[in-house]
């Protein structure tokens, strides 16, 4: 598995922290702006390991501003971030995916839930939604599909909405067989 970040450096204790417990795991890095970078990446690494199973798209910028102070090239610079990068990287995974390939995003409550201070942030979780929504019937014909994993909680440390628990409902929401498959599944803890 690969594991993208930002930069090989970001991802790298996670990556080790993996391959600690065993795992085959090598970090990388990616410029979400730029559609150019993320084809160039998500090529590679399907050229290197001959397939893509699962797209584990998790990517969204914060930005704590306001919808009287957020400026358009903000909102546009983070939609870029949390929504188009998506675009290019199953575009690019598309050639190297088998049917009963997956793609998984994983949303959140500020779909539905905004919180003022950052609108952005429910912006672009709306718009990946609806786009897994669009992904998931064009790709249904080659027998690979989409879902928008909505975890309408907020992360911590243990609970409903530690990091083990969220993994499971995301693994959960990959491994349903296409009958009855939706491309949208709430994750409620």
Do not use: C
């Not at 949303?107 to 919180?115: I, L």
């Amino acid at each position: 598995m690969t594991l993208v970040g930002q930069s090989v450096e970001q991802m790298e204790p996670l990556a080790q922290a993996l391959r600690d417990e065993g795992f085959d795991a090598e970090p990388d890095g990616v410029e979400l702006t730029d559609a150019d970078d993320v084809t160039r990446l998500v090529t590679g690494l399907g050229e290197r390991h001959g397939r893509i199973d699962v797209l584990h798209f998790n990517a969204s910028a914060f930005r704590q501003v306001d919808a009287l102070h957020l400026t358009t090239a903000q909102l546009f610079e983070d939609l870029a971030v949390g929504v188009a990068s998506l675009l290019p990287a199953v575009q690019a995974a598309k050639p190297f995916m088998p049917a009963g390939a997956r793609v998984l995003v994983t949303g959140s409550q500020a779909a539905d839930t905004p919180w003022h201070e950052a609108p952005s942030l429910g912006m672009q979780k709306a718009a990946v939604r609806n786009l897994v929504s669009s992904l998931d019937a064009t790709l249904a014909t080659y027998g690979i599909r989409a879902v928008a994993v909505q975890v309408n909680g907020v992360l911590a440390q243990e609970g409903p909405f530690s990091p083990p628990q969220v993994a499971e409902a995301l693994y959960a929401a990959t491994v349903r067989p296409d009958e009855g498959w939706t491309a949208q599944v709430p994750y409620i803890g």
